[in-house]
């Protein structure tokens, strides 16, 4: 990353806007707010107004709100400039126009701010992923997740585990390299049990049940059943819109409809499928494969039943499990009544009239509340965190297992080494890229 080039972007949403943000970062920030507005630079982080003028014939482009961050005190560490100016294309153009002109500038690549700021230290590589998640966070949870892991919890934790195990590795070293010292006998003997203590934290961390990552993507919910039972019209009265055709030709629904939905406060996605029967028809059979491959991978599995045929059909009982839950539909057309259980997810519903959805509502988001509890440690957040924890895990049972204090130090050091690509510490340059290339331009 060349450091001596200034880069510039629109930090904030792009279209027709009453306020426009742009940034500025790098060594000709401050000179370039002088040049523009042709005013010296305005006292460190104090909001001031400034004319911005076309360098050919000072005519005037906007008066804007400038406000500017001598480094390492900004959001980079470099020299930042942000201007507040309206939000016109026209405006915006000119400005970047002038921008673009002078030299060693350009146009920042998507996520370069937050990737100097890495470069930088002012975060690590956790936090930024954090940034990166509040920006696209579209549920409340997913914010909360998200400002967690900005705000340094991830990082800390993996940083105290990675302190800890460059404590224990120092001493092995130690007893290792200076065998003629009058170091404490039984050094590897006292290390091992606070290794073991270790790896015991990071595998509880690991069986989370992929909790920060299901915040951040969603939890799947497939409803399921033969055809006619009313699938659809569950589908449309959670999402409430019309999401999925309904009608009384059974088949209707041959391939999977997706509703992304926010269940209070977290993420789900609702799952329509086609109904579950044998059929000549080639697509309809590729609909029910498609069905059945989902309803394996779901997190939560709604069997919709009519009132007349209450029971699992036999045809799909092998996907059944005492956790899903039992659907009875059509309760207003029923003669004899379904004995509702919540423990055990039993729900009379008649999605017609209405009667029994707000209950399985409110069933579904304590379960939903109860999966993605954002309560205690931090979870991790993404298959790289994963990735790098199991493997710190499979060196430290190495560890464990070594005969020969050379080969459990190694096996340390390849520990230490995982935690600290999570972070950043280390060997990161190969991920950075792929991080921060998912930010939004001006981020």
């Known amino acids: 990353m060349n450091f001596s080039e200034t880069i510039f972007a629109l930090a904030s949403g792009r279209g027709r806007a009453g306020v426009a943000v742009v940034r500025i970062s790098g060594p000709g920030a401050m000179a370039a707010l ?152 039984g050094v590897a003997a006292a290390i091992a049990p606070k290794i073991a203590a270790l790896r015991g934290e990071i595998e509880s961390h690991l069986a989370d049940g992929h909790r920060g990552e299901k915040i951040r993507d969603g939890l799947d919910v497939v409803i399921l059943g033969q055809p006619n039972v009313g699938k659809s019209s569950l589908l449309n009265a959670l999402a409430r819109r019309e999401a999925a055709i309904v009608s009384d030709e059974a088949g209707t629904t041959r391939d999977i409809i997706e509703v992304p939905m926010d269940l209070a406060g977290y993420p789900v996605t609702i799952v329509d499928t086609a109904g579950l029967r044998d059929s000549e028809n080639v697509i309809e059979r590729e609909g029910v494969r498609r069905a059945r491959d989902r309803a394996k991978k779901a997190d939560i599995r709604l069997f919709m039943t009519t009132a007349d045929a209450p029971d699992i059909p036999s045809e799909f009982a092998d996907l059944f499990e005492e956790s899903d839950y039992r659907l009875v539909n059509k309760s207003d057309l029923a003669t004899i009544g379904i004995k509702e259980n919540a423990k055990s997810r039993i729900f009379s519903l008649s999605v017609k009239t209405g009667l029994g959805v707000d209950g399985l509502m409110t069933a579904l988001e304590a379960d939903v509340t109860r999966r993605l509890d954002l309560s205690g440690a931090p979870a991790l957040t993404r298959l790289r965190h994963r990735q790098a924890l199991e493997e710190c895990v499979a060196a430290l049972q190495r560890f464990e297992a070594a005969r020969e204090p050379e080969l459990a130090a190694e096996d340390a050091r390849l520990a230490v080494r995982s935690l600290g690509r999570i972070t950043g510490r280390v060997d990161v340059e190969d991920i950075l890229d792929v991080i921060f290339g998912d930010f939004c331009i001006g981020k």
């Open 34 to 185: 002088e040049e523009l507005s042709g005013q010296s630079r305005p006292e460190a982080r104090r909001a001031v107004l400034r004319p911005l003028y076309r360098s050919k014939d000072k005519s005037l482009i906007d008066q804007s709100l400038a406000i500017s961050f001598p480094g390492p005190k900004s959001f980079t560490g470099e020299d930042v400039v942000e201007l507040h100016l309206h939000g016109g294309p026209a405006i915006l153009a000119a400005l970047f126009a002038e921008l673009a002109a002078f030299p060693a500038f350009r146009p920042a690549d998507p996520g370069e701010f937050t990737r100097r700021a890495f470069e930088h230290g002012k975060m690590d590589l956790t936090e930024a992923e954090g940034l990166g998640d509040l920006v696209n966070a579209e549920t409340e949870a997913q914010a909360r997740q998200a400002l967690r892991q900005m705000q340094g919890e991830l990082g800390r934790l993996y940083d105290g585990w990675r302190e800890q195990l460059i404590s224990s590795l120092a001493h092995l070293e130690a007893d290792i390299d200076f065998p003629d010292e009058d170091l404490p006998d």
